[in-house]
């Protein structure tokens, strides 16, 4: 009888220090997603998401969206992280560590000068595929630029890099000594190459039988990874200062920080999606009876309010950048997908 409740004390103990460590843990993940602001730029973009509901006097969606924010936002922030920081194998230790060097003056500074950074980024990177598109949006055989003529028997690929051109190089004004930090710091760095990884995987995905093809893709593949740390050198250059390119070397010689901004596995991914907060909020919205709104036009006020939020601003290309299939805008929001976490 006292070996029995021996046991029983035992395991009650650490059942209560797991809740403990895990409450522990908690608190630790919400310490750094202060430190970095997530809370509150996070109820800013959930109250941009809520306009994609229809407010037709049955439903205040404004009360609606201000009741999930009080009652279950954070904790749904909490445990999205939770699941995204055990994946990566990170501790406590590790957490406090990356938001007491993210809350620094120095790490402020950084963030809106990277915020500016990756907006020209994106949008630096994406303008050649748009400038392709509206190319490919002409008719077959119509002389596009001087040099440029769509030959109707020739596959996919080699469209692509007759349209895109020659890879993007730095830009001649560049400062020397910069391009050679820049270069050390960030894509010479754990983070860097772990992303230009992740981009050759994403290339190496698709597969084909065609020798041809596989000839082409290989050309496509060589024209995004050359193009990609050009765009970037060239994006960061007048956003990017020498002292934040100093900082960033702390930050990516940090190793909690390093494993924290990895490029995940497979589970790691899933975390990201099914669990996001906006996953969970537009589920909750769903349970309370709210109807996403089929008006493109608000979809297209989204959009532009969260690219907003990137520093970029949404271009408008008109009916000729409609999806084919579906007749829909292409910045069309389809909040099941959404919920299902695709």
Request: charged share 30%.
């Amino acid at each position: 009888m006292k070996k029995a409740r021996l046991l029983i004390s035992l395991a009650l103990m650490l059942i209560a220090a797991s809740g403990y460590a895990q409450d522990s843990y908690r608190e630790a993940v919400k310490q750094y997603l202060t430190a970095i602001d997530q809370f509150e730029n996070s109820k800013s973009l959930i109250l941009d998401m809520s306009i994609l509901y229809e407010s037709d006097g049955q439903l205040d969606i404004g009360q609606l969206t201000k009741r999930y924010i009080d009652e279950q936002f954070e904790n749904d922030m909490i445990d999205w992280f939770t699941g995204i920081a055990m994946t990566r194998d990170l501790t406590e230790t590790d957490l406090k560590e990356v938001a007491l060097l993210q809350s620094s003056p120095e790490a402020k500074t950084f963030e809106d000068h990277q915020k500016k950074w990756m907006g020209d980024f994106i949008v630096d990177w994406m303008m050649p595929f748009m400038t392709m598109s509206e190319k490919m949006n002409l008719d077959e055989d119509v002389d596009l630029d001087d040099d440029v003529v769509i030959d109707v028997d020739k596959d996919w690929s080699g469209h692509i890099l007759d349209l895109l051109g020659p890879p993007t190089q730095p830009n001649a004004d560049i400062d020397a000594a910069y391009a050679a930090k820049f270069n050390d710091v960030i894509m010479e760095s754990v983070l860097g190459k772990s992303m230009m990884d992740a981009l050759m995987h994403r290339l190496d995905e698709d597969v084909s039988d065609d020798p041809k093809e596989q000839e082409s893709n290989k050309a496509f593949n060589d024209w995004m990874v050359t193009s990609c740390p050009a765009v970037l050198l060239n994006s960061a250059y007048g956003n990017l200062t020498l002292e934040d390119l100093d900082f960033a070397a702390t930050l990516f010689s940090n190793e909690s920080y390093c494993k924290l901004n990895s490029y995940g596995s497979t589970a790691d991914l899933e975390n990201q999606k099914v669990g996001h907060f906006m996953v969970k909020y537009a589920d909750w919205m769903k349970e309370q009876g709210a109807k996403v709104t089929e008006d493109p036009a608000v979809a297209a006020k989204f959009w532009q309010a969260l690219l907003g939020r990137q520093g970029i601003a949404m271009p408008s290309f008109g009916n000729d950048y409609n999806d084919d299939e579906t007749d829909k805008p292409w910045y069309d929001l389809n909040l099941e997908d959404l919920e299902q976490g695709e």
